[in-house]
């Protein structure tokens, strides 16, 4: 398995913030490789393709290709870990992503559109609002290249919901990944923004970021 985040060089400033938490709160995590356009992050192995937003899956999906990893933990920039990730859930989703499946989302279920599957996680309905997200999820790796065949930009992917007929299930049980993702609730970075809910986890944890992109 490998954590590919996805992020751009117009979020540079983040790359501190993300590999703190991810030090301090999942010590021995798998390997973590960065998606940009042109930028290196300093703490992780970066692959960069100079596409543009209007065709990021094109980005994400030449990535996915360069690795070799089946399972493959998608997560966005902003994805500053909370607390100590539920290890052993981790490795419980890694034996559920088999046969049709394709991903198993680590959001807290929020909707009635899902249907018990297994202990501590459910299946969506097939047409289920949100059945393809692109929020932090365990993927099969070439079924998230065919979820990503058509270019365009990550907003899309998910409006687009091209399921491909694979199946997605998502955390029925307590957070597995705590990012402060809370009901839909914005977190960490809104258009462009800094969201207001990250100032004091930043002071909480000595982070120091510049905040001159503003706060939302």
Not at 84 to 98: E, G, I, S, T, W
Not at 197 to 206: A, T, Y
Request: charged share 30%; with cysteine.
């Amino acid at each position: 398995m490998v954590i590919l985040v996805a992020s751009c060089d117009n979020h540079k400033d983040t790359f501190y913030p993300f590999h703190h938490c991810m030090e301090k709160y999942w010590h021995e995590h798998p390997r973590v490789i960065y998606s940009t356009e042109t930028i290196i992050n300093p703490y992780y192995t970066t692959i960069h393709i100079n596409y543009p937003l209007d065709i990021w899956s094109a980005r994400i999906r030449e990535t996915l290709e360069r690795i070799k990893d089946r399972e493959v933990l998608l997560v966005v920039d902003d994805v500053f870990i909370r607390r100590p990730v539920d290890v052993k859930r981790v490795q419980d989703a890694l034996l559920l992503l088999k046969d049709n499946v394709a991903c198993v989302n680590f959001e807290r279920v929020y909707d009635t559109q899902n249907d018990p599957y297994a202990d501590g996680f459910m299946i969506r309905r097939k047409g289920a609002k949100w059945e393809v997200s692109i929020q932090c999820g365990l993927w099969d790796r070439e079924k998230l290249i065919d979820v990503l065949s058509e270019d365009c930009n990550p907003w899309e992917v998910e409006e687009r919901q091209h399921s491909k007929g694979y199946d997605y299930l998502i955390n029925a049980g307590d957070y597995i990944i705590d990012y402060g993702y809370r009901n839909m609730r914005y977190f960490g970075l809104h258009s462009e923004r800094w969201c207001r809910e990250i100032i004091p986890f930043f002071q909480q944890e000595g982070i120091e970021v510049d905040m001159s992109r503003g706060v939302i």
